[in-house]
């Protein structure tokens, strides 16, 4: 007697393949939530965002420097994953089916896959996600359930893979929105120029570049002498330096 199809567990695209469609500029997608057939998608326009080129208006600037939202990496993928995916005001549906979960939790654990995380007392309330290889990153999808959560998070990413040796960030799809933070739209065969570029390399290092920024920030920390409390430590925060590189400020 075979189980009912909607308590099967989806079979995951190998990661192998998933690879090989990302290098080639494809990725694939799903009709629905319950959908357990995949579509494979080569955008004749390709949203990207230029590595240094993120707009980091000065109210998002002030949000990251004062650290409204403690920001991981890697933390809880498959809680940003299934955020991306949960229905939304105006959009009641999602491309990110169980097969879609299923498929780039084996790129995490492969180490393929990364995520940010932002939290805010203890409650995953934003975040991004994407597939790393080589010197590429390829953006998913993000979330936000606090006002700016969402943009912190990709402000951070864009931080730590500019720090990290990454020279193309995708994000497929234009939107305003994303237009409002830096994208450009490029033609499909310039993309597949700049990623033949970027191949070749070392993978990405998103969580050691995250350990260092964190790790020299405490450390600058611990090496304030500030007698009312207030400020040095502050501009030695994490939040205070990925802001920093942001606005290219001093």
């Keep these: 007697m075979h189980a009912p199809r909607s308590s099967q567990r989806p079979d995951a695209i190998p990661v192998d393949l998933l690879l090989l469609a990302y290098r080639n500029g494809i990725f694939p997608m799903a009709d629905s939530r319950e959908d357990q057939e995949v579509f494979w998608v080569e955008p004749r326009e390709r949203a990207i965002i230029p590595i240094g080129g993120f707009h980091c208006s000065r109210s998002l600037a002030r949000v990251i ?3 409204r939202f403690k920001v991981t990496v890697d933390q809880d993928f498959e809680g940003v ?7 939304r005001p105006g959009h009641p549906e999602s491309w990110i089916s169980e097969r879609i979960v ?3 939790r084996q790129l995490f654990a492969a ?3 990364h995520s940010i995380e932002c939290w805010q007392d203890g409650e995953l309330v934003g975040g991004v996600y994407g597939v790393a290889f080589d010197r590429v990153f390829c953006g998913e999808s993000m979330f936000s359930r606090r006002r700016d959560a969402s943009k912190v998070a990709l402000g951070w990413l864009l931080a730590l893979l500019e ?3 990454c020279v193309l960030f995708d994000c497929q799809f234009m939107t305003g929105h994303l237009a409002s933070l830096g994208a450009i739209e490029i033609p499909q065969k310039r993309y597949l120029e700049l990623l033949d570029a970027a191949r070749g390399t070392q993978p990405l290092t998103l969580p050691e570049a995250y350990s ?4 020299v920030a405490e450390g600058d920390a611990d090496g304030v002498a500030d007698g009312d409390g207030s400020g040095a430590a502050g ?3 994490p939040g205070y330096r990925i802001a920093q590189s942001l606005t290219h400020t001093s």
């Design 102 to 104: 299923a498929s780039y």
């Design 81 to 87: 994953v299934r955020a991306c995916a949960a229905p």
């Design 235 to 237: 501009a030695a925060s």
């Design 163 to 165: 720090r990290a040796g």
């Design 111 to 113: 180490g393929h896959a």
């Design 65 to 67: 420097r004062q650290e």
């Design 212 to 215: 260092a920024v964190v790790d």
